[in-house]
C-alpha cells in the first residue's frame, strides 16, 4: 500500500517539473522582448538626438540600462537596428494605407481619413522622427534609404496609386496627373515634417489646416481655401 502514494507522487512531478520549466522559459523570453523593446526605444532617442552616423552602440545601451553585449543578441549591428526601427514604427502605418487601398470609397473621404492617419500616427508621435532622420542621413547611407525605399516608400506608393487610379476611373479627379506623379498626394506631410524639425518654434504648423487647403487647391475646391 505504501508503494500507491509514491507511484501517484511520482506522477504529479513529472507535470509540476515541466510547468515549472514553461514557466522560467516564459519568463525568459518576456525579460527578453522587454530588453529588445528598451534597446529599440533607446536606440530611437539616440538617433534622433545624434543622428545615425554619431550614434555609438554604448551610448544606445546606457540608455536602454543594459551591457553592450546584449545589444548583440538582438541586432547584428547599428544598421540592422536602424532598420528595425523603420519596420517596428512605420510598417503598421503602410498596411493601414494598403488596407485602406482596397476600401470602395469616395476619394474625398479617402483623404480626410488620410489626413488624420498622418496627424495621429505619424505627426504626433515618434515616428516623424524616424522619418526625418531617413530624409537627412538617407544620403550618405544608401544602404538605409534602400531599405526604407523597399519597407515603406514603394508599398505606400503601390497603395495611393491604387486609390488614385480608382478615383480617376470613377471620374472623381479631372487629369490622371495625381495618377502619374502619386508623390504629390503625400508632400504637405514630407514637407510638414521638415518644418516642425526647422521651424517649428518659430511658427508652428497647423497640419490639419494646410493639408485640407493643399487639398482644395488641388482639387479646385474653392470651399478648403
Known amino acids: 500500500m505504501p508503494e500507491a502514494p509514491a507511484r501517484l507522487m511520482k506522477g504529479v512531478a513529472a507535470p509540476s517539473g515541466a510547468a515549472a520549466?514553461?514557466?522560467?522559459?516564459?519568463?525568459?523570453?518576456?525579460?527578453?522582448?522587454?530588453?529588445?523593446?528598451?534597446?529599440?526605444?533607446?536606440?530611437?532617442?539616440?538617433?534622433?538626438?545624434?543622428?545615425?552616423?554619431?550614434?555609438?552602440?554604448?551610448?544606445?545601451?546606457?540608455?536602454?540600462?543594459?551591457?553592450?553585449?546584449?545589444?548583440?543578441?538582438?541586432?547584428?549591428?547599428?544598421?540592422?537596428?536602424?532598420?528595425?526601427?523603420?519596420?517596428?514604427?512605420?510598417?503598421?502605418?503602410?498596411?493601414?494605407?494598403?488596407?485602406?487601398?482596397?476600401?470602395?470609397?469616395?476619394?474625398?473621404?479617402?483623404?480626410?481619413?488620410?489626413?488624420?492617419?498622418?496627424?495621429?500616427?505619424?505627426?504626433?508621435?515618434?515616428?516623424?522622427?524616424?522619418?526625418?532622420?531617413?530624409?537627412?542621413?538617407?544620403?550618405?547611407?544608401?544602404?538605409?534609404?534602400?531599405?526604407?525605399?523597399?519597407?515603406v516608400i514603394a508599398r505606400a506608393m503601390e497603395a495611393i496609386r491604387a486609390i488614385l487610379r480608382r478615383a480617376h476611373e470613377r471620374g472623381e479627379l479631372s487629369s490622371d496627373a495625381l495618377v502619374r506623379f502619386p508623390q504629390l498626394l503625400p508632400a504637405p506631410g514630407i514637407v510638414a515634417i521638415i518644418w516642425s524639425g526647422l521651424f517649428d518654434r518659430f511658427e508652428p504648423l497647423d497640419i490639419r489646416a494646410m493639408m485640407r487647403a493643399y487639398f482644395g487647391v488641388l482639387f479646385g475646391d474653392r470651399s478648403t481655401t
Open 21 to 151: 520549466a514553461a514557466a522560467r522559459s516564459g519568463t525568459r523570453a518576456k525579460r527578453s522582448g522587454e530588453r529588445r523593446d528598451a534597446i529599440l526605444a533607446g536606440a530611437l532617442d539616440e538617433f534622433a538626438a545624434r543622428g545615425f552616423a554619431a550614434t555609438r552602440l554604448e551610448d544606445v545601451a546606457k540608455r536602454a540600462n543594459v551591457a553592450k553585449g546584449t545589444i548583440y543578441l538582438h541586432f547584428a549591428d547599428k544598421e540592422t537596428l536602424f532598420q528595425e526601427l523603420i519596420r517596428l514604427e512605420l510598417s503598421p502605418v503602410v498596411g493601414a494605407l494598403e488596407r485602406a487601398s482596397h476600401a470602395d470609397v469616395p476619394f474625398r473621404q479617402v483623404t480626410d481619413q488620410l489626413i488624420e492617419v498622418f496627424v495621429r500616427e505619424i505627426f504626433e508621435t515618434r515616428r516623424k522622427d524616424v522619418i526625418r532622420l531617413v530624409l537627412t542621413e538617407g544620403p550618405r547611407f544608401p544602404k538605409l534609404a534602400e531599405f526604407y525605399y523597399r519597407e
